[in-house]
């Protein structure tokens, strides 16, 4: 297994196009997570998926943010009618829930989003 | 609600020196605690982490963090810093759902 794996790495786009992130996580992880990492700012969480299921959304993910996971496996992140202030990076983890719930996630490289 | 504080923004040591990167913590329970390294450019790499027991946790990379729960502080230490470890690093407590709380991270800059 290659870790979690994000594509695309780095997206320049206009304001007001939209654009769709897509992470895969490790395999036998059950959990999904994506966040925001703006420049200087740890990252925040946005959303997190338990299998197929959108458990939680944080209200930083605005209506014009999406994200799936069907099947359970891969995980999409739509942002439509892009706007500056979403320029950041945007990470996704996955975790396994097979004990406790600690809170132990492995980071794919992110994906870097440059909206002009 | 869980919060994590990193004092430090910015710091710079020389090639040799220790470290010592601080990390404060609020949470209701006995928390999770970890260090991530973040490169430019790059996602996020475990360092270390404190669930329970010995309160002195060893990680990669020659670091080492000591939980002392009387000052809610999760503190990353390395007796003698490399520039390969020039990098940001997060302290991140764990909370409900496995979702993690970040600071604001510290970055390290290392002096020839």
């Known amino acids: 297994d290659t870790g979690v794996s994000q594509d695309p790495r780095h997206k320049i786009t206009k304001r007001g196009q939209n654009v769709t992130f897509r992470c895969d996580p490790i395999s036998e992880h059950n959990r999904l997570y994506w966040y925001r990492q703006t420049l200087g700012q740890g990252p925040e969480f946005l959303t997190y998926f338990q299998n197929e299921a959108q458990l939680e959304k944080s209200r930083l993910l605005s209506d014009r943010f999406s994200a799936e996971r069907p099947k359970g496996s891969f995980s999409t992140l739509e942002i439509q009618r892009t706007e500056q202030g979403d320029s950041a990076m945007y990470l996704c983890?996955?975790?396994?829930?097979?004990?406790?719930?600690?809170?132990?996630?492995?980071f794919g490289e992110g994906s870097r989003l440059t909206v002009l | 609600a869980q919060s994590v504080t990193q004092p430090d923004i910015h710091i710079t040591v020389s090639e040799g020196a220790s470290l010592e990167l601080r990390c404060n913590y609020s949470?209701?329970?006995?928390?999770?605690l970890f260090w991530y390294v973040q490169s430019p450019g790059q996602g996020l790499q475990l360092l270390l982490k404190?669930?329970?027991?010995?309160?002195l946790v060893q990680g990669i990379k020659g670091f080492e963090a000591e939980f002392k729960r009387s000052q809610s502080s999760f503190n990353l230490r390395k007796p003698s810093v490399h520039w390969s470890d020039a990098a940001e690093y997060f302290c991140?407590?764990?909370?409900?759902?496995?979702?993690?709380?970040f600071g604001d991270g510290t970055t390290l800059t290392v002096k020839p």
């Open positions: 949470y209701g329970a006995t928390p999770y």
């Open positions: 983890a996955s975790s396994f829930t097979g004990g406790a719930d600690t809170g132990e996630l492995f």
């Open positions: 991140a407590v764990g909370g409900q759902a496995g979702k993690s709380t």
């Open positions: 404190y669930f329970s027991g010995d309160t």
